[in-house]
């Protein structure tokens, strides 16, 4: 065999030697990340209506958006679980996905080295397009990991950033699908996808120069000119993506699970962390005086604040304690994906604190606050069906005991369905018809 001529550069076709690289494995990586980034896409709109956005200047996180909130509706309060579930997918199906991603960005990786950069116009079109959706990708990603693992690394600018790169990412996702979906639904039909898997053969190099002569070398996926002996085969190498996948699921699902599988979330921050025992035993997002709240703020002399058409009322805990009050069974279910299975809360009603504030029927939305000084999430606005909702409270009590300081004592909002930001801890003022 005559020595094979030095290749060095990566723009150099024969530079990229993996037998497992070409069509076939790009596309069925590509059918994974087609469904699970559709997952990801439908549960990240849903978990950004969540929030409320068009009710109050306090909410919005994102107030350019103009049209690209066109599809905000309503955030209902039934079932009590959803958001727990929305955001559980999306935060479990994005890490989940992450081995997929990377396979398939390697798969194609010798496509960023591909001279000349655009044979035409419309490749040129392509090929931004295509840079469009690389980086709208990692960009995604690495915020959704950064955010959940730091916990809340860029105050307030995660939610813009995440949100348009989300569009970004969205636009190129769909313009790629529309291009490529056909050719991989051919392929994967004429090859079928179980023989090529027992396969230990290169991807065959006649393929290659096929796809060449037609100029779609670099469409499909691209082949190795001069592929290396296999090291794994494909059924190895899928295996090995499906591997790491499976692994940071089962490290993952457990804290939106709970219960005893909490602690199997080993790489989630909110995850196999003990949460003290007791009733107050479940997660804490910001602990008091993380935030600055000290206890003379939650001591007698606080007050809870409760403004409308007719005035201001202040009430004591003593006096809140004396109005009827109700539970709830609801949980806490966080943007980061981690949640606490149901706990039993027991305060007063918002539409019965409404109806102090001189709205006896058809309450209102309202605006939160809580003593809390600085921070993002010392205010939120509720909507009027979460006002109006039976089991929407203003907490006193969680699982039959007094509030921790650390879960919002002396009184925090708890609302079904809700996402955990709009559970405002130690409240201090409800302003009920003005946001
Ligand atoms: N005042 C105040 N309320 C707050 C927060 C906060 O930082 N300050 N964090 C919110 C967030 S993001 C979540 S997920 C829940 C967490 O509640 P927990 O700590 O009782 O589990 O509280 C919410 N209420
Ligand atoms: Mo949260």
Redesign the pocket.
Known sequence: MPPAPRVTSPVDPGFWRSPLRGPWLTSVLGVVLLAGVTVLFVTGLLSYAAYNPNLSPVNDKTPDKGLLGFYLFDWPTDPHWLYRLNQGLHVTVGITLIPVLLAKLWSVIPKLFTLPPARSPGHALERVSLLLLVGGALFEFVTGVLNVQLEYLFPGSFYPLHFYGAWVFFGAFVTHVVLRLPQVVRLLRERGWRQRLRDPRPEPADEADEADEAGEADEAGPVARRPAEPTVSRRGALGMVGAGSALLFVTTAGQTVDGPLRRTALFAPHGGGDPGSGPNG?????TAGK?GVEPRDTGEAWRLVISGPRGDVRLSRGELLQLPSHSAALP?A??EGWS?SDQWWRGVRLRDLAALAGFDADPPGVLVE?L?RH?A??RAALRDNQVRDPRSLLALHVNGEDLSP???YPA?IIVPAAP??L????VSRLTFGEL
């Open positions: 479940f997660q804490i997002n910001k935030v806490i966080c943007v606490t809580s809390q921070g999430f010392r650390d879960h919002g925090r955990g930001v559970n405002t801890k130690w």
